[in-house]
């Protein structure tokens, strides 16, 4: 394929700005190519449209993933080799979520109202899934602050850690599986930001759209950074472990090294989303 060889592992590591315009392309293409296959019944495309984002993005963090397996850099980071050996990588797929967020929450704007809504029907369902499954800790949140704070920490850290255990396991069986889920949660993401966006400047005429996204975005940033930063070092670890497997590493004396790297991830993944789950709860912050 062509879109996914653009950019190089090594260039991408040097200029992450460049994977973010490349995801962006990624869902313009898959934005055309679904309403294209649709022909007018857009009715279950918000799907169709996401397997298309993670399609080329597939290879592409293949290529990544097989690339970073072999860094053995002494260097650290923060006192930590482990970080040094794969924040490169880390800052590359952050950069990729936020090329696909960009590219997802500009067309669900740049469509016609119709157009989007139908489009993006089943992320839109998904907001109002979780919307009603949480609305009932603020109605009580008066009564039994403490109470409700902590059972929402429990459903929001179990759901998200279902999403983890799948990231990680569709890293090891597909090795780059993992950016099926990445896409998904990038345009439910992107759809919450733009219909907080789109109600702001409803509201406020005045302002411009760019302020209603801030708004949206600064929604999600306190946990949201932390739930992403978890998936992304999952997503890593299960990828390392699938190359590593595939390129029989484990023959070779720095795979202690790799195996080490997996479990320093893992444990991070599951830390980042139980801060995450904390903050989304109230639990603090």
Excluded at 18 to 36: E, G, H, N, Q, R
Excluded at 44 to 63: D, F
Excluded at 166 to 171: D, E, I, P
């Amino acid at each position: 394929m062509v879109l996914e060889s653009i950019v190089s592992p090594e260039s991408a590591q040097r200029n992450p700005l460049s994977i973010i315009f490349l995801s962006f392309i990624f869902v313009t293409v898959a934005v055309f190519a679904t309403l294209y296959l649709s022909a007018g019944n857009l009715g279950g495309a918000g799907m169709l449209l996401v397997a298309l984002v993670a399609l080329p993005s597939l290879p592409m963090m293949l290529r990544f993933f097989e690339f970073q397996v072999f860094e053995t850099s002494e260097k650290t980071v923060l006192g930590s080799h482990t970080l040094a050996r794969h924040l490169p990588l880390i800052v590359v797929m952050l950069a990729y979520f936020a090329g696909l967020v960009a590219g997802f929450v500009f067309w669900y704007f740049t469509l016609p109202s119709q157009e989007s809504s139908q489009l993006f029907a089943i992320q839109l369902n998904e907001i109002n899934a979780i919307n009603a499954q949480f609305s009932g800790y603020a109605i009580n949140a008066a009564s039994s602050l403490a109470t409700d704070a902590v059972a929402a920490f429990e459903t929001i850290f179990l759901h998200n850690m279902q999403v983890l255990v799948l990231v990680v396991v569709l890293s090891i069986l597909y090795g780059a599986g993992s950016v099926f889920i990445l896409s998904w949660n990038a345009s439910v993401i992107a759809v919450f930001i733009g219909g907080v966006a789109k109600q702001f400047v409803l509201h406020a005429p005045g302002e411009s759209i760019l302020t209603g996204i801030g708004i949206g975005a600064m929604g999600l940033v306190p946990h949201g950074t932390f739930e992403l930063l978890s998936y992304s070092a999952g997503a890593l670890a299960g990828g390392i472990l699938s190359s590593s497997l595939i390129k029989k590493t484990y023959l070779k004396p720095g795979f202690v090294i790799i195996v080490n790297d997996i479990a320093k991830l893992t444990a991070w993944a599951v830390i980042f989303l139980a801060i995450g789950a904390l903050l989304e709860s109230g639990a603090i912050g």
